[in-house]
């Protein structure tokens, strides 16, 4: 089975128990549970703090309200909620986290050492406790350096952040021979995801004249750095650029990069946003900080949200390529389908476009139903790669547009040249397998790249999937039922996957059950889909009637 990714948001329940809600505070209360049932972050957070207002002693406004504020990006209701949770003892631990920041901004340094031992009794973050000590250390004017405990069970979480704040600290206090070790270490482990923190490094070796230093850190010939290395090499616009870090600053920088390493589960992506929010809070004006918020607010299904954080990144500054990369995302989630790929032809279009601005762009042109397009544009990101370092997803990716553009025979080629790269993806060969399967091309030869893909990863629904219905199409109806079945109990909802265990399922003479999976299939399909699915469950199966 072939799939497409795609982005539902979902809506939280609107129910109001009015029994814990005073009778003042009824109505606001209400309509801040219906807007934030429905997503409507700023009618709910102005709706919350009204409720607040009027019935401060609710726990439950005070909690709701805290979630609202930390979503929405509002600090003056985050810290009131905040305040009332705390003093009724049910401030969430990631609350000890708001405090710290308020302390910090405020070098209140008393109490932020106070919260901080109380972020280290109450455990959850305790693993950050090295690092926020030292950024006190700092404020206070008697620096200690972060350091972890490597008996500690959780010192490895701390040691991934460790690098990366020995490095602004000693960048803070200009000391170059410190930092500059730091920094490579830093930033090897965050190689991915590295190209904010590379800017922030160089624009504090640039403003401490280490420019050589400076320079080493941004790749020559990449857009995304273009503005930063014309900038250092005439030695202008620095001062803002490497500014010393504050404790607040460094502390906001703290929680970004948690927020995002949390968000990479989606179990953490609540959370993960709540951090990013408390760091910009800590640090209004840190454009890293914004270009993360921009980013877990569109994943979190707050489209408008992320366009307005992108938003606060100077296009024209040196964060202004990564920030609109996000703001792309943003616009696309939002529906501004038109406004996302102006901007992603802009940015494809710059001298030394990265490979990632071409995908970027391909996926809008594919979503589009510009498959064409979408191919020249994945191609387009492979230029920049020797044949034998070339990804194979560049190369999915392009054979995946040129499929869906009905060019089958350019896409096996790209498909079987990606195969080659990567023998063993799970993913590369159920695309190639399926897609003959679907032809009738090459069965049996289909068929054994799907046995290998569902042999390395067997828990995939959609390649358990393509396995069954490949057994089915090779007349192989005994083995393909069972397997089937399997996908169907992986991924209920599947319209695709209910269809081909239904088609099998009549064939092998189990009609009853047969038609009971078309109806699993029929809740979710659409178009001609769901006109072949009622023909089925009418008619019964039908030569005209079989899946593809």
């Known amino acids: 089975m072939l799939t497409t990714p795609a982005m539902v948001p979902t809506m939280a329940g609107a129910s109001v128990d009015p029994a814990m809600v005073g009778n003042g505070a009824l109505h606001a209360y209400a309509r801040a549970r219906m807007a934030d049932g429905d997503g409507a972050l700023g009618l709910a957070v102005a709706s919350y703090r009204e409720a607040l207002k009027q019935d401060p002693a609710r726990i439950e406004i005070a909690r ?92 490895a979480l701390g040691l991934r952040y460790a690098d990366e704040h020995a490095a602004l600290q000693a960048l803070a206090r200009g000391d170059l021979a410190t930092a500059a070790p730091a920094t490579r270490r830093a930033l090897a482990v965050r190689s991915g995801d590295g190209a904010a923190l590379r800017l922030a490094f160089a624009g504090q070796f640039a403003a401490r004249r280490a420019k050589a230093e400076a320079l080493t850190l941004l790749p020559v010939g990449s857009a995304s750095f273009a503005r930063a290395r014309a900038d250092i090499e005439k030695g202008k616009g620095l001062k803002a650029a490497g500014a010393a870090t504050t404790p607040a600053q460094g502390f906001a920088r703290l929680l970004a990069r948690l927020a995002v390493d949390v968000s990479s589960d989606s179990s953490g992506s609540a959370l993960g946003l709540r951090l990013a929010r408390i760091a910009t809070f800590a640090d209004p004006d840190g454009p890293e900080i914004h270009i993360v918020s921009a980013r877990l607010l569109t994943a979190q299904g707050h489209a408008a949200g992320g366009v307005a954080e992108a938003g606060k990144v100077p296009a024209n500054g040196w964060y202004g390529a990564l920030a609109q990369a996000e703001l792309i995302d943003a616009l696309a989630a939002a529906g501004d389908m038109d406004g996302a790929l102006a901007l992603a032809r802009v940015q494809a279009a710059e001298p030394g476009a990265e490979a990632e601005r071409q995908v970027r762009l391909g996926r809008l042109l594919a979503q589009k139903q510009d498959f064409d397009g979408a191919a020249t544009a994945f191609r387009a990101a492979q230029a920049g790669y020797e044949g034998d370092q070339l990804p194979w997803t560049l190369l999915l990716f392009e054979g995946s547009a040129l499929e869906q553009g009905k060019r089958w025979d350019e896409a096996r080629a790209v498909l079987e040249r990606a195969a080659k790269i990567a023998p063993n993806e799970p993913v590369i060969l159920n695309y190639l397998g399926y897609a003959q399967i679907e032809r009738r091309q090459n069965v049996e030869a289909a068929l054994e790249l799907l046995k290998k893909a569902s042999a390395l990863k067997p828990q995939d629904a959609s390649i358990t999937d393509s396995l069954g219905w490949a057994q089915f199409v090779t007349g192989n109806v005994d083995a393909a039922v069972p397997v089937l079945e399997r996908a169907a109990a992986a991924a209920p909802t599947d319209s695709t996957i209910n269809e081909h265990l239904g088609d099998a399922l009549w064939v092998a003479g189990r009609r009853y059950e047969a038609r009971y999976a078309w109806a699993a299939a029929s809740v979710f399909a659409e178009g001609d889909v769901a006109t072949r699915l009622a023909a089925k469950r009418k008619m019964g199966m039908r030569p005209e009637y079989a899946a593809p």
């Open 64 to 155: 709701r309200s805290y979630v609202q504020a930390l979503e929405s990006g509002d600090r003056l209701l985050a810290r009131q909620s905040a305040a009332l949770l705390d003093r009724a003892g049910a401030l969430p631990r990631d609350g000890t986290l708001l405090l710290i920041g308020e302390a910090l901004t405020a070098k209140d340094w008393a109490s932020a050492r106070a919260l901080t031992d109380r972020m280290l009794e109450e455990g959850n973050f305790a693993f950050l406790t090295p690092i926020v000590r030292s950024w006190i250390s700092l404020g206070e004017g008697q620096y200690a350096p972060p350091v972890i405990d490597g008996k500690d069970r959780f010192a």
